[in-house]
């Protein structure tokens, strides 16, 4: 079984260095500890359905990538300890993911460089809805940033002046999802390159206050 082969070169291999795991059926409760401890680690990628739990001791000192797909963390506050462990960490993605028992989306790193974030919810089951309505970022060292999918009621950008590049696709339903979206991007005006995509009806006001202040691709 291909993810026994992946924890057996963990055991084995103390100088793995990337490690990806795709759990395709639910009847799993945790991954092996040591995944969240190995020194050596650069890139993990996780992409699992049940619901994991990321313990509280963490040590990983060279991770660089973390990618995160379609998960179901049952402590989202343990996912952002993660993030914020990893002295070392550059690009993060979070796909499709839940975060339960959190309300604000809070990413801190000091050495984040590139961040994706796609908060779809899991429209076909009501259990894992969006818990979080308001995502809060602070990573001064920040120089690409991509969002994707409906707008949360409050984004806060915080430190954002080596912010560069950034891609932008939203689907605005209402005039308070509009509001909101020009909130998002009053806060990165400065970026040298903005990709903006808008679902929905409100796109060209969207793309026009900004045509004067950024270059939309």
């Excluded at 991509?146 to 939203?170: G, T």
């Excluded at 903005?194 to 796109?203: K, M, W």
Aim: charged fraction near 20%; include cysteine.
């Amino acid at each position: 079984m291909r993810i026994a082969y992946v924890f057996t070169v963990g055991y084995l291999m103390p100088c793995v260095e990337e490690i990806a795991i795709r759990f395709c059926f639910s009847d799993f409760s945790s991954l092996p500890s040591l995944l969240f401890s190995c020194q050596t680690l650069v890139m993990l990628k996780l992409d699992v359905i049940f619901k994991l739990n990321v313990p509280s001791e963490i040590c990983l000192p060279k991770l660089k990538i973390l990618d995160l797909s379609s998960s179901k963390f049952e402590n989202g506050s343990s996912v952002l300890g993660l993030i914020s462990s990893c002295p070392v960490l550059e690009d993060l993605e979070s796909s499709h993911c839940h975060f339960s028992k959190i309300s604000v989306l809070d990413i801190h790193s000091l050495s984040l460089r590139r961040l994706h974030l796609d908060v779809i919810e899991f429209r076909r089951d009501p259990e894992y809805e969006r818990s979080f309505n308001s995502i809060k970022i602070t990573a001064p060292n920040f120089v690409w940033f991509k969002y994707v999918e409906r707008m949360v009621e409050n984004c806060i950008l915080s430190e954002m002046q080596s912010l560069k590049s950034a891609e932008i696709q939203i689907t605005l339903l209402d005039d308070k999802c509009q509001e909101h979206a020009v909130k998002l991007l009053q806060q990165i005006n400065n970026v040298r390159s903005l990709f903006l995509s808008v679902n929905q009806s409100f796109s060209q006001r969207v793309s026009v206050q900004y045509r004067r202040s950024t270059h939309v691709l």
